[in-house]
């Protein structure tokens, strides 16, 4: 198979995708009687503008990254966690409690704390589905998405209670939000000018660490192997349950470690909706990036670029910002639908041998 | 559709190719098939049988060629086309939906039973009875398809083919998992059938091509190399010309062995995952350099018994003896740690994870031992080494050690197999149905290096089907019937008669 083909046959493959996405969308923003031309210049072009935009793209790849560096390792391993909304409210909840009770700690001491204790928040709320499917079967599907309701609530409950800002109180505005977090805890910002955050290097550190866990380590051998294959792992002597719930306890961690930072490098407090659809997002981010890091890391950017690209629609083009949603749901089909095509090698078989027909070049070549 | 019923006298095949990326899987294949004539293909693994019955029975759309029914071309769009056109199949994997019951199963393609808002189970299940008895093949129409051997499920295969009225069969080994009686049976009552219908059929067994078939077409490398009446041809005539060299089958003449006990099972009894006693108190020990045959008709214990040795499954109650420790109800891990070595049944579920490389699959139950990592770091130079070495010395094909084992050939992921289990150094080895489906090239290297381990010193307990198999391996043969073992030959003193007696469930003593 020569080389040059191939080069051709994806590219042209990537191109034909781009193009029935932009016009399946186009369908759609041209049915609502919007500016299709504008609508898309504003949602690719727009975010990456300026500085503070590219900035703001990057802060939300930063979450996505990490909850999907966690995610593929519990699909690795064969648990389809789909929990990773509640364990990064957990998180949160972890990591604020810790900086409220610590307020005098040194930033040395305060801010690793806070980080681990949103960590440890994830992994007890991905801890509870992995032990339940490893010792029970019971359906990770079912139990996560249930704690996800659980965390939500228990959310809630602690912004408007324990953890309610005392200004709030006397005030009288009764915002739910906790009280501005110590300085101890802010993680630094990079870049003059814009919100980005030493979070980046935290992610693309998780980002070099998922791959050395689960392709350099037995560890991660063994918990590939029972997800590829349980009868085999189990034959093969391998603790298939431990390995399920080490990874859910993995999972868990990583998706409370984003909301961690998350609060520690952008709000700074606890406020409702930081969780925003992170968790979800970050499935398809995780399957989009192959569940490979470095798949994942270009997967959050684009995902990130997309959620900025939504907020501009509605102010520069008058589209509502849940129409972009939907150009999301299209671009996340045909992503999935080119990746099938593309591993389909019979199919490129099949197109290489007709266009060596037309070329008049020898099959051999 | 009302089902077309008329006969098919004739079916041709003509200029047939078919590549798949980097294969030519059939190379201008021609044949015929006449009325009420069988045709045996042979040929090696990945010779390109499958591929050319999956091309008849519309799973592949041939690149080049055509097939002629009664004369006519015919266009196979889809499986349903074939199977409109009355070419009905016994796949070698069974295309069978492993959570439902057999009635289910059969009901799925019985569209006879279908209506636009109800499924008569009841016609379904009167047809399966009708044709069981008609064929002799006994089936439980309620049983689930993953509660049953893989023996039982090539019977639903047969029943569900005949219940949905094919008029052409095409069979891709259908004896592997019978007795030698039931063979025989099966070949009287396929002889039978040629009076209403044709039969293909793919076999590695040689003795059965001979009895069986009218033609024979031979296939090596995706083209027919010979295609002959079968009278005129010896079987090792027709070996030799499939393989391209002579073969022989290694046999088991040494001496015998005097070792000590290595596998001492006590009054085993363990569930089958019906909750059924599939093992039901059996008893049976292995020496040291000893190869002990378990002979039997899948469905009988077997696989269950294998699972129970290996930690894979709850023992009930007995105990499992392994160089006078019990292992039994220990985990995987210690059954492992202790020496014991095992071919499973399942090798493409079971002995390998099919989506990781052939060296990664060579280190399944070593990712931990010091030889393959340090520090719970993979050592990635020594596992290339390693599967280096032993592609070379097992002779697997495939380009590369990254290749996904999944993606090998039959033959070659046993050889993964085993030149895993081998490599660890076990002190003992079961093997289940080590050399089934493999053609006699694969069969006789896999039989070579098991008699080797023998001479080691090794005890190897050998399950399987194939008479011939364990006639030519074993110093002893056990035949399991029911979950007990009913009797014991010598090698000396067996033979497949007496076996096929024992394995049909009659004691030696009341047998005539």
């Known amino acids: 198979m020569t080389k040059q083909f191939k080069i051709l046959y994806r590219t042209v493959l990537i191109l034909l995708a781009v ?40 802060i939300r790849a930063i979450p996505l990254t990490v909850i999907a560096l966690g995610l593929s390792v519990a699909y690795r391993s064969g648990i389809i966690n789909i929990g990773a909304e509640g364990q990064m409210a957990m998180g949160i909840i972890a990591a604020t409690a810790v900086a409220l009770a610590f307020p005098g700690l040194p930033k040395a001491v305060l801010l690793p ?44 409950f602690c912004l408007r209670g324990p953890m309610l800002d005392p200004a709030e109180i006397t005030m009288g505005s009764g915002t739910p939000q906790s009280m501005r977090l110590t300085k101890a805890i802010w993680l630094d910002r ?38 590829a294959g349980e009868r085999a792992a189990r034959y093969g002597g391998i603790g298939v349950a431990g390995c399920l719930v080490a990874a859910m306890v993995i999972s868990g961690a990583f ?18 909706g930081i969780t925003s659809g992170y968790g979800f997002s970050g499935i398809v981010v995780a399957l989009f990036g192959g569940l490979h890091p470095a798949g994942i890391i270009p997967a959050s950017f684009f995902f990130g670029l997309l959620i900025v690209g939504a907020d501009m629609t509605q102010r520069m083009a008058g589209v509502p910002a849940n129409m972009v949603l939907v150009l999301q749901g299209i671009i996340i089909l045909v992503i999935v639908a080119t990746r099938m095509v593309l591993a389909n090698p019979y199919l490129e078989d099949r197109v290489r041998r007709r266009y060596c027909r037309l070329t008049g070049r020898s099959r051999e070549e | ?106 009901a799925l393609g019985y569209t006879r039973a279908w209506s636009p808002l109800a499924l008569d189970l009841d016609m379904v299940r009167a047809r399966i009875d009708e044709i069981s008895r008609k064929y002799g093949l006994a089936v439980d129409p309620d049983a689930y398809v993953w509660q049953l051997s893989v023996g039982e499920q090539q019977r639903v295969e047969l029943v569900k083919t005949l219940c949905l009225g094919a008029r052409f069969l095409i069979l891709d080994e259908p004896t592997s998992a019978l007795t030698p009686q039931e063979t025989d049976e099966l070949i009287l009552l396929l002889r039978k059938m040629t009076r209403e219908l044709s039969i293909i059929f793919i076999s590695h067994k040689l003795q059965e091509v001979k009895n069986l078939s009218d033609k024979v077409v031979i296939l090596r490398r995706g083209e027919v190399v010979f295609e002959g009446s079968t009278a005129d041809h010896s079987s090792d005539d027709i070996a030799a010309l499939m393989t391209g060299r002579e073969i022989h089958l290694p046999r088991n003449d040494a001496p015998e062995c005097e070792g000590k006990p290595a596998l001492d099972i006590r009054g085993l009894k363990v569930r089958s995952d019906r909750g059924f006693l599939a093992v039901d108190g059996l008893d049976l020990s292995v020496c040291a350099g000893e190869i002990v045959g378990l002979a039997g008709v899948s469905g009988n214990g077997q696989r269950e018994l294998a699972e129970a040795i290996n930690g894979l499954r709850e023992v009930e109650e007995g105990e499992i003896l392994f160089f006078g420790r019990n292992i039994a109800d220990h985990s995987p891990r210690d059954v492992i740690d202790a020496g014991m070595g095992y ?78 289990e081998i490599s660890r150094m076990p002190r003992f080895l079961v093997a289940v149905y080590p050399t089934r489906g493999l053609d006699m090239g694969a069969a006789e290297f896999i039989h070579r290096r098991l008699l080797e381990k023998r001479m080691e010193g090794i005890g190897i307990l050998l399950i399987s089907e194939e008479l011939e198999e364990i006639l030519d391996l074993s110093d002893r043969i056990a035949v399991i019937f029911k979950g007990r073992i009913i009797g014991t030959l010598d090698r000396g003193t067996a033979d497949s008669r007496k076996i096929g007696i024992l394995m049909a469930g009659v004691r030696n003593d009341e047998a005539v």
């Open chain 2, 1 to 106: 559709m009302e089902p077309n019923t008329g006969k098919i006298t004739s079916l041709r095949v003509e200029h047939i190719t078919k590549r798949f990326p980097g294969v030519l899987a059939c190379s201008d294949i021609s044949l015929s098939v006449g009325e009420g004539e069988v045709l045996a293909l042979v040929g090696e693994n990945g010779a390109g049988k499958t591929t050319l019955m999956n091309i008849l029975m519309g799973l592949y759309r041939p690149d080049e060629g055509r097939i002629l029914i009664n004369g006519e071309e015919t266009v196979f769009r889809s499986p349903g086309d074939a199977f409109a056109a009355g070419l009905g199949m016994v796949h070698q994997q069974y295309m069978l939906v492993a959570n439902m019951t057999v009635l289910e199963n059969i």
């Open chain 1, 190 to 227: 990079l870049v003059p000018g814009t919100r980005i955050h030493t979070g980046v290097y935290i992610a693309l550190f998780l980002a070099f660490t998922v791959w050395l866990l689960l392709w350099r380590t037995s560890w991660g051998y063994r918990m590939r192997a029972a997800g």
């Open chain 1, 19 to 58: 193009a029935a996405a932009m016009l399946a969308g186009a369908l759609i923003l041209w049915t609502i009687g919007a500016d299709v031309t504008k609508t898309y210049s504003v949602i690719i072009f727009e975010p990456l503008k300026n500085k503070i935009q590219i900035g703001e793209v990057i």
């Open chain 2, 343 to 420: 071919i499973p049944e399942e090798r493409n579920t079971e002995g390998i994870v099919p989506s990781f490389s052939m060296k990664e699959n060579f280190i399944l139950k070593d990712a931990g031992s010091p030889r393959f990592s340090a520090r719970s770091f993979l050592k990635l130079e020594e596992i290339d080494r390693n599967a280096d070495r032993l592609r070379t010395e097992f002779d697997i094909r495939s380009p590369d050690t990254d290749a996904a084992a999944g993606s090998l050939s039959g033959g070659n992921i046993q050889k993964v197999i085993l030149a895993r």
């Open chain 1, 255 to 272: 998706a409370g470690l984003a909301g961690a930072v998350e609060v520690a490098g952008v709000h700074r407090r606890a406020i409702e």
């Open chain 1, 113 to 156: 704390l806070a980080l681990t204790a949103g960590a440890i928040g994830g992994a007890a709320w991905g801890f509870i589905p992995g032990l339940l499917k490893a010792k029970l079967h019971v359906s990770e599907l079912l139990s996560t998405v249930m704690l996800n309701y659980i965390a939500a609530q228990f959310y809630t």
